[in-house]
């Protein structure tokens, strides 16, 4: 039976996409829910899965060509029986039979690839399969041994000396995403920056005594520093309504709820998923939901959806190194605070000179729409919530 297989529907704020990988070949074997092809998208790279066992018999959008949602990209038979990849991983009866007798391991075709691609002995794999076949899983949870070092040295590129090497390469579609919307923030916004600094010693304390307890009582969560910030910003927000709004041509759109977003690494670049309602989650959902993000960003598991929306972003330069940076707006948001990284610093507290462990904060606002008086107090507000962590709670 023959099968379109279809890009995925794309939200409206993606227009199109780019195939970026093509897994499986024409007349190559595919099984039922197996990664065929990766869209990479403006935000995102969506993966597209087998619809069940077949071969693709024929690939319509090649590698690089831009598709739009529900476009047909490939045509897939169901059922039919596909040819191997290499001659390796094809099935010989007969190796098969010799090898049984011989007393060595059977593969399957996958788990001879798997095992080749490891540099894997067969031999000393135990197979789970029928008859002590090793299985495709067998191969892909076996340890290479460790290599004996080779007699000489493999040789090695020499550059002269002098040479000017280059390389040059495309930008991906997030890239070019990512450097668009900082060019349009930069010259389509009125941005500036207002800074001030925290004491961290009370949080660092409140965290160092319930860490261990927290942990346990939320499921293996840990307390970090993020869920402060977020629980202080989402206080702040209601406090400051134009924090929290956007502009929409000649409107100002206010905001009822709090949707941050925190930026995160991934490979690909800095992606910015979005915590919905912090108003309604706790200290444990906050830390919980932010590692989830963290992990599928490294993963590149993120959806369109989790990455859609917010009315407020933060970032974290500090897991860098960063001691002071002044952090870009996320249009169509109006201000973006910049936490960074902590060091002892010597400060006058009660007329004496003492040590303490110092971070930075710089907050990044639209001047159209908030005034430079009620930034600073956006920014006092937070550094007042997290040297008094007890004011998050009581709401002072």
């Known amino acids: 039976m023959s099968i379109e297989i279809k890009a995925p529907q794309f939200p409206e704020s993606v227009q199109d996409g780019t195939i970026a990988t093509w897994h499986k070949q024409p007349g ?8 065929i092809v990766d869209i990479e998208t403006d935000k995102v790279v969506l993966e597209v899965v087998a619809p069940a066992d077949g071969v693709i018999s024929e690939i319509l959008k090649g590698e690089d060509e831009t598709v739009v949602s529900n476009e047909v990209i490939a045509k897939f038979t169901a059922g039919a029986a596909g040819s191997a990849p290499t001659v390796e991983e094809a099935p010989v009866a007969a190796e098969e039979a010799t090898t049984s007798a011989a007393g060595e391991a059977i593969l399957s075709p996958a788990a001879r690839k ?11 794999i135990t197979g789970t399969g ?19 070092a080779p007699v000489a040295a ?5 550059v002269a000396a002098g040479e000017r090497v280059e390389k040059r390469v495309p930008m991906t579609r997030m890239r070019k995403r990512i450097a668009e919307r900082l060019l349009d923030a930069s010259q389509s916004t009125a941005m500036l920056t207002t800074f001030n600094e925290v004491n961290m010693e009370p949080v660092m304390n409140l965290r160092k005594q319930y860490k261990d307890q927290f942990e346990k009582s939320h499921n293996g969560t840990r307390l970090g520093f993020m869920g402060f910030f977020v629980k202080a910003a989402t206080e702040a927000l209601k406090r400051f309504p134009a924090v ?11 905001h009822g709820y709090q949707d941050i977003g925190v930026a995160v690494s991934s490979d690909r670049g800095l992606v910015v998923p979005v915590l919905r309602d912090t108003d309604n989650m706790s200290l444990a959902d906050m830390e919980s939901t932010i590692r989830s993000y963290g992990m599928k960003a490294k993963e590149g598991k993120l959806s369109i959806e989790e990455m859609t929306g917010g009315t407020f972003t933060i970032t974290n330069g500090g897991v860098f190194g960063s001691l002071l940076s002044t952090p ?10 910049g936490m960074h990284s902590i060091q002892e610093r010597p ?6 000179v003492v040590i303490k462990p110092m971070m930075y904060l710089a907050l990044s606002y639209d001047h159209r729409l908030i005034d430079g008086k009620d930034a600073v107090q956006f920014l006092v507000a937070i550094k007042q919530m997290i040297e008094d962590p007890a004011r998050i709670l009581l709401e002072l």
Do not use: C, F
């Open 28 to 35: 190559e074997a595919v099984s039922r829910d197996e990664l």
């Open 114 to 124: 798997i095992a080749a691609e490891k540099g894997i002995d067969p031999e000393s």
């Open 130 to 148: 029928k008859d002590g076949r090793v299985t495709k899983e067998d191969a892909m949870n076996a340890q290479a041994a460790p290599k004996a």
């Open 154 to 158: 493999a040789p090695t590129v020499e």
């Open 244 to 254: 929290n709004a956007s502009i929409d041509g000649n409107d100002i759109v206010y």
């Open 328 to 337: 870009i707006i996320n249009p169509p948001q109006t201000a973006i605070l």
């Open 347 to 352: 400060i006058a507290e009660n007329g004496q």
